[in-house]
């Protein structure tokens, strides 16, 4: 009987692939026997995450792209066809966010962080869809939101908001796509040891002189009962059920990938 939860013949790009949990999700889906196409803005990253992959024995190619820049993600469609013969996953994982006080946010910064979180995931779908349905090809599309859609960061108004706007359009990419079969869900992680993670306990404990430490944030964010961080492999193997068989009946869904950090 073939494995359900196999991913054996299927090619996923992964954008914001160089790092965190880029590169853990990468991981996951390798591990399952997919083929991997990594792309993200740094290229060096690119190289040690494609070495880290390589050593496992996983099938890997990167590409620079700026999930912001049409042209850039086109280069990644085309190198899957030529690598790998076109790739059925597309994980939508390249994400920013930056702490700001409530009453310092400015347009620009909504501007910087809904263009690659929102708008970014948004066309790099398109792009990917359109190729799928001009084959005829059924895929997979996995979003990463966050557990900040759901519930509230402090300091975060125009990163959480992005991701609420990642939660419904998940939704509205999985009714509009399910016609050409290719299905669509997103996760919602809560806290996953990454820099993008470190960067926000290191502002935190700026933003309070130092009453929050680091320490106090790596004890308390992540959840209670496990008594560590989510590490980014973990949030991984839930992307590389939900685009195997075993997961085709979960459709237009945001799943929260936090221990139970969000209550339910
Ligand atoms: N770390 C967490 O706790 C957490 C929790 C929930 C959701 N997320 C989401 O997971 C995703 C990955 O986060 P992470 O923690 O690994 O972040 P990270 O900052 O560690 O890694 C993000 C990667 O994306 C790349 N990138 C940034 N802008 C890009 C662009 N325009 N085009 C292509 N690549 C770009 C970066 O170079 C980097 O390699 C993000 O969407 C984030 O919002 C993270």
Not at 56 to 76: L, M, P, R
Not at 119 to 124: A, E, I, K, V
Not at 205 to 226: H, M, N, S, Y
């Amino acid at each position: 009987m073939s494995d359900l939860f196999r991913l054996d013949g299927r090619v996923a790009i992964v954008t914001g692939g160089g790092s965190g949990l880029g590169t853990g999700i990468a991981n996951a889906l390798g591990e399952r026997g997919a083929s991997i196409v990594l792309c993200d803005i740094n290229e060096t990253l690119l190289e040690k995450s494609k070495a880290e992959l390589s050593q496992k024995g996983i099938a890997v190619e990167t590409c620079i792209c700026d999930v912001t820049d049409e042209n850039t993600f086109q280069k990644v469609l085309e190198l899957s066809e030529t690598a790998f013969g076109g790739a059925d996953i597309l994980v939508n994982n390249a994400g920013v966010t930056r702490m700001q006080d409530f009453f310092e946010v400015e347009k620009k910064d909504f501007n910087f962080i809904y263009n690659i979180n929102v708008m970014g995931l948004f066309r790099c779908t398109q792009q990917f869809a359109d190729n799928l349905r001009k084959k005829n090809k059924h895929g997979n599309v996995v979003n990463l939101a966050s557990n900040g859609a759901k519930v509230t960061y402090q300091d975060q108004v125009h990163y959480c908001s992005s991701k609420a706007a990642v939660v419904n359009m998940t939704q509205c990419m999985a009714a509009n796509l399910a016609p050409y079969d290719i299905n669509v869900n997103a996760v919602c992680p809560g806290a996953v040891d990454t820099s993008m993670l470190r960067a926000c306990m290191a502002a935190t404990e700026k933003q309070t002189d130092g009453k929050v430490t680091i320490a106090d944030c790596e004890r308390t964010w992540g959840p209670p009962q496990l008594g560590r961080l989510i590490q980014p492999v973990e949030v991984g193997r839930i992307i590389a059920f939900l685009c195997s068989d075993a997961g085709a009946m979960i459709r237009g869904q945001s799943i929260n990938v936090d221990a139970g950090n969000t209550k339910f």
